[in-house]
């Protein structure tokens, strides 16, 4: 079985410019999660999707913004990019199935950001 | 306020040495969950094991055992007989509110030394 994969695995983008990440979860997973890990620091919680809606949101600025699709895959996308946000971007995914839920979450191997 | 502290940030050990890596966290619900995740240098989570607040068992997997202690808000991680593989940053996290938020601590980086 397929685990969660991510494209693309290295991006770099220079400030101002815009950038789109994408997710695909375990197959039979409703629940893609977005995390970001600066260089050296532990991970930060951006987005959280469920069947196609936003379920949850970590304390990120607008311009960090995504969408889940109807097969469950996952985009998130950064606009107007400053040099604070390169960083290393983790994708997760969970059978996540109501409140209540608990189970864990899956990681992809991550899509590296260079923003200069 | 939810918060997961994991007070060693970097340790490093000899080959064959024991090693606890500590989690203490914060939560005011009852009902929540406890994770441990390692990441290799190759940079991609590796799930470790889920523990509810409701089950103090401590468990035990190969080299790894876990020691979860309610009453100091512990979720401790062992590892026996360390060696050069188990080389990587290890994470703890909590979920509460219900599986909707989720919090993740700053790691603990281990070095194991041959």
């Known amino acids: 079985e397929a685990g969660v994969t991510q494209s693309p695995t290295h991006l770099i983008k220079t400030r101002g410019q815009q950038v789109t990440l994408r997710c695909s979860p375990i197959s039979g997973h409703t629940s893609v999660y977005w995390y970001q890990q600066a260089l050296g620091l532990g991970l930060q919680f951006l987005l959280w999707y469920d069947e196609g809606e936003e379920r949850n949101r970590g304390n990120f600025p607008p311009r960090f913004s995504g969408r889940q699709f109807p097969n469950y895959s996952s985009e998130l996308n950064v606009n107007a990019l400053e040099l604070e946000d390169s960083a290393l971007y983790l994708c997760a995914s969970s059978s996540f199935t109501g409140e209540g839920t608990y189970n864990e979450q899956f990681f992809g191997p991550g899509t590296r950001l260079t923003v200069l | 306020a939810q918060k997961v502290t994991q007070a060693q940030t970097e340790i490093s050990v000899v080959e064959k040495e024991d090693v606890t890596l500590d989690c203490v966290y914060e939560t005011r619900d009852t009902t929540y969950y406890l994770f441990w995740y390692k990441q290799p240098p190759s940079g991609e989570l590796v799930f470790l094991i889920r523990?509810?607040?409701?089950?103090?068992q401590n468990e035990i997997s190969g080299r790894y055992s876990w020691n979860f202690q309610k009453s100091t808000s512990s979720f401790n991680f062992t590892i026996t007989a360390s060696q050069v593989v188990d080389s990587a940053v290890y994470f703890c996290a909590l979920t509460y509110n219900y599986g909707q938020n989720f919090v993740f601590g700053p790691g603990t980086r281990l070095s194991v030394l041959p």
């Open positions: 523990r509810n607040s409701f089950d103090e």
